[in-house]
């Protein structure tokens, strides 16, 4: 079964209803916006990191307009260092490549071991949007669905004000 495919599945079980925005390969964030201009919602910025010693993994979500200002981060959840994670740990921790990581990602998780953490700015919107796991694609969800997805997959969230 495809990644998509996978995402579809686990939010019709959920229940959890989305709009589908098929496109062109998009690999930076700015290009998918030129894809669903005109859409409701934020445009999200999803990044896999990771702390100095490699042993706490981090799925940041923020507004694609935003720099992460990845010391801030390191302080506001207590890790010394921040750094993107390796495109093979992406690849092993959720089974996603560079350029198509997303909130959706956390279904491939087995080891159950991302911390999410999500920018407060965002969250007074009533849609995001994510890759579907797959970069020919977005998919918008409500806020309040978001949330859903997160905790019914049993992750916590912290949020966080970058």
């Not at 390191?74 to 750094?83: A, Y």
């Not at 998780?109 to 969250?123: A, G, P």
């Amino acid at each position: 079964m495809e990644q998509c495919e996978i995402v579809y599945e686990a939010l019709k079980k959920m229940g959890i209803t989305y709009d589908l925005v098929e496109h062109p390969p998009a690999l930076t964030t700015e290009e998918a916006d030129s894809y669903i201009a005109g859409k409701e919602g934020v445009r999200t910025k999803t990044l896999f990191l990771c702390n100095r010693k490699k042993t706490a993994y981090y799925l940041v979500i923020m507004d694609d307009k935003k720099r992460l200002d990845m010391k801030k981060l390191g302080e506001i959840i207590n890790e010394k260092s921040m750094s993107f994670a390796s495109p093979e740990k992406l690849m092993e921790k959720m089974s996603l490549t560079s350029g198509v990581v997303s909130l959706f990602g956390l279904l491939n998780n087995t080891e159950h071991d991302i911390k999410v953490c999500l920018d407060k700015e965002m969250l007074s919107e009533k849609y995001m949007s994510f890759h579907a796991n797959d970069n020919t694609k977005t998919i918008f969800i409500s806020t309040e669905d978001m949330y859903k997805f997160i905790t019914t997959l049993d992750y916590e969230y912290s949020i966080i004000d970058l």
